[in-house]
């Protein structure tokens, strides 16, 4: 692999263009992408490593993520040992198997043992079984173990999200004791905002803002200035929880116990900021039916996700047509009816997908609990009844202006009065009811309101239509 590898990149002797590529824009600018591009299809390796190799580890993932699979297979050449393993931890799963593949199990070995815990998981969590063990069997004793159990955890809790590397110190201790363990110990996390104070079990007692460390006296007792109500996360909790708990009680850091309450590590503010990403961007994605795919997917792998997504909906159009032919004979005698159908069923749809957006979102966040469902529900459905009684106003003088029906016009009105109170409360009904059947209402929730205001709004203005005036 290492001489596959080698033997693609460029010659690093090539002597680099005089012109060097600078970006002085936070993050990647669209100029400086162009430029490393430019460079790498030029051979240029020179150039590209002086541009790349003092990159933040995350513009690094960024910037693998904007090139074509040949060009990312040269950067990782190019910059060769000098490329930080952290900046994989940034990448999507598929694109980061695929970088790894480049580098080779050694160096990924040996990378895993310099990350922080947390991190370390990441890379290897989504790993089979035997590619898992390959890289674990490489790593030191201790690495190797503090690893392997965060990998007991269920994936997306708090044991996965936390790190094990923590600083702790005994309740007896004074300020000095404490300042020069930070100044001697050797194991301790790359960063940390807060010390944590344990009992002789190692059950966590309190918490010491370093800030507030740092302003006592030597001599001061840590009991005297610790804080001993704390936000202690179960390492079962899931990960969406835990950011929930941060947001909540404006957390920096949190420690992490096991079933016995004994500490087992921290989760920072920083890992809670990508779930809250990841949690967001996997909600919308739902809400749209296109799964947990990223943009340097596959072709076949793309389609294969959206194919069910678009299967459900196959059969939910089903349901309309069949709603629609029941009404066949009233559509062939007044062509006007097919002419507006889309109309009604269009702003039914839309307004089903504001209610159920927002209560989705709300039922994410907590905002919607059982204590307030009944008077948002309310709240909904005059909401979904005020535009109905507005539209039916326009589409009603619509109508009766474009075709000169004012029969069809008040038919049409009192359509939309019905169908967007419908779509209002549909949007709500339907992920509250999801929810609590188990099923996850991101999910599912659009399927059932499609097939849903589709099929009223059909019946509705069909429905009517056929009664009043054929």
Do not use: C
Not at 224 to 237: F, K, Y
Not at 318 to 335: D, L, N, Q, R, Y
């Amino acid at each position: 692999m290492e001489k596959a590898l080698n033997d693609t990149a460029p010659d690093l002797n090539r002597a680099s263009d005089p012109d060097p590529i600078a970006d002085d824009e936070i993050g990647l600018s669209p100029d400086f992408v162009r430029k490393v591009v430019d460079r790498i299809d030029a051979g240029d390796a020179p150039s590209v490593r002086a541009a790349a190799v003092d990159l933040h580890p995350s513009d690094v993932a960024e910037l693998i993520e904007l090139l074509r699979p040949d060009e990312r297979r040269t950067l990782v050449a190019i910059l060769g040992p000098d490329l930080d393993i952290a900046a994989l931890s940034e990448l999507d799963e598929g694109l980061r198997d695929e970088v790894m593949d480049y580098i080779g199990p050694g160096r990924v070995a040996e990378a895993l043992a310099d990350l922080d815990t947390d991190d370390a998981v990441y890379l290897l969590e989504d790993m089979e079984e035997s590619a898992q063990q390959a890289l674990l069997s490489r790593m030191p004793d201790e690495d190797r173990a503090q690893i392997e159990r965060s990998l007991e955890y269920e994936e997306d809790s708090a044991g996965r999200l936390m790190q094990r590397d923590i600083v702790v110190v005994p309740p007896h201790w004074n300020v000095g004791q404490a300042i020069d363990h930070l100044r001697e110990a050797d194991d301790l996390p790359e960063t940390f905002f807060e010390i944590f104070v344990v009992d002789e079990m190692y059950h966590a007692i309190g918490t010491v803002p370093l800030s507030r460390v740092m302003r006592t006296k030597r001599p001061v007792p840590i009991q005297s200035i610790m804080d001993v109500e704390q936000t202690l996360i179960p390492a079962d909790m899931d990960q969406e929880e835990v950011a929930h708990q941060f947001e909540k009680y404006n957390l920096v850091s949190a420690a992490v116990v096991d079933e016995d309450d004994r500490l087992v590590g921290m989760v920072t503010v920083d890992d809670v900021v990508e779930v809250i990403q990841e949690e967001a961007g996997e909600d919308l994605r739902r809400l749209a039916g296109v799964g947990d795919e990223a943009l340097t997917d596959t072709v076949i792998k793309t389609a294969r996700s959206r194919f069910p997504w678009l299967f459900a909906n196959l059969f939910t159009a089903a349901i309309a047509a069949v709603v629609i032919s029941a009404f066949g004979v009233s559509i062939e005698k007044m062509v006007t009816l097919a002419i507006l159908m889309p109309v009604v069923a269009a702003l039914a749809g839309n307004a089903g997908t504001q209610t159920m957006t927002v209560t989705v979102r709300a039922m994410a966040t907590r905002d919607l609990v059982d204590f307030n469902v009944g008077r948002v529900i309310s709240r909904e459905v005059l909401v979904a009844f005020i535009n109905g009684f507005i539209f039916a106003v326009l589409m009603g003088l619509g109508v009766g202006v474009i075709f000169g029906d004012w029969e069809l016009s008040g038919v049409i009105a009192v359509s939309m009065v019905i169908t967007l109170g419908f779509a209002g409360l549909s949007g709500i009904l339907i992920p509250l009811a999801l929810d609590r059947a188990g099923a996850d209402p991101a999910i599912s929730s659009s399927v059932f309101l499609i097939a849903l205001t589709d099929a009223v709004s059909f019946l509705a203005f069909l429905g009517l239509a056929t009664w009043l005036l054929l």
